[in-house]
């Protein structure tokens, strides 16, 4: 159990178009999602948190704006890069946490590369 | 001071060895903890949750957490090549909407046959 899966798992895209990225609970009802960037080397930085039918609540010097998070259902969340920049080259992983438990599930990641 | 350290590594041992892996941590409020394993390219997998202090079991893998140390560490018996990866540890503070983890860098774990 407790599966998340992540979609697309690879994306190259030109600099200045916007890149959405699912994150999805297979088997459960996630209250709270989370997005994390990871660069090479480095450990997971979090970006924002979301809760279902509400706003994100973003991690300082994360740019709302430009990282849009949309929380629509129980078990479906997105990250819109908006305008993306090769310095936006990341590797973008989402966990979910479900209402029962205290721990969270981490979905495969994207990778996503700016050029 | 970063809230977590952990070394990096780079770890490497014989199969079979005992690996040890631990992250020291300054933030005293932390009171749930955790060990991801993640491997090249993948998103981290939970290996061990634990509350508060003591020892927690898990086939090969024990988990210790000395909260008057600051201290967390994780043991692995009988090391095989399938547990090279790289292993994060990880904190988060007690209930409520204090639910985000707080990751160490990762330590990077080569398990040779």
């Known amino acids: 159990g407790a599966v998340v899966s992540q979609h697309p798992s690879r994306v190259i895209c030109k600099s200045g178009t916007s890149v959405k990225i699912e994150c999805r609970s297979l088997d459960f009802q996630a209250t709270t999602m989370f997005w994390y960037r990871q660069f090479p080397k480095q450990s997971l930085m979090l970006m924002a948190t979301?809760?279902?039918?509400?706003?994100?609540?973003?991690e300082q010097g994360v740019e709302k704006d430009k990282f849009l998070i949309n929380h629509a259902s129980l078990t479906l969340s997105t990250l819109t890069v908006t305008s993306a920049h090769p310095e936006d080259s990341s590797f973008y992983i989402c966990?979910?946490?479900?209402?029962?438990?205290?721990?969270?599930?981490f979905g495969p990641g994207t990778r996503l590369t700016v050029l | 001071q970063k809230e977590v350290e952990q070394d990096p590594g780079p770890l490497s041992v014989p199969e079979g060895a005992i690996v040890s892996l631990n992250c020291t941590y300054s933030?005293?409020?932390?009171?749930?903890f955790m060990w991801y394993r993640q491997y090249s390219r993948k998103g981290p997998e939970l290996l061990m949750y634990t509350y508060s202090s003591g020892n927690k079991e898990d086939g090969r893998f024990t988990a210790q957490v000395d909260k008057s140390s600051k201290y967390i560490s994780l043991f692995i018996r009988d090391s095989q090549p399938s547990d090279s990866a790289t292993y994060l540890c990880a904190m988060s503070l007690s209930g409520g909407s204090n639910y985000k983890l707080t990751f160490g860098k990762g330590t990077l774990l080569t398990v040779n046959p």
């Open positions: 966990s979910a946490r479900a209402a029962y438990t205290d721990t969270q599930y």
């Open positions: 979301s809760n279902e039918g509400s706003k994100a609540t973003y």
């Open positions: 933030n005293s409020a932390f009171q749930y």
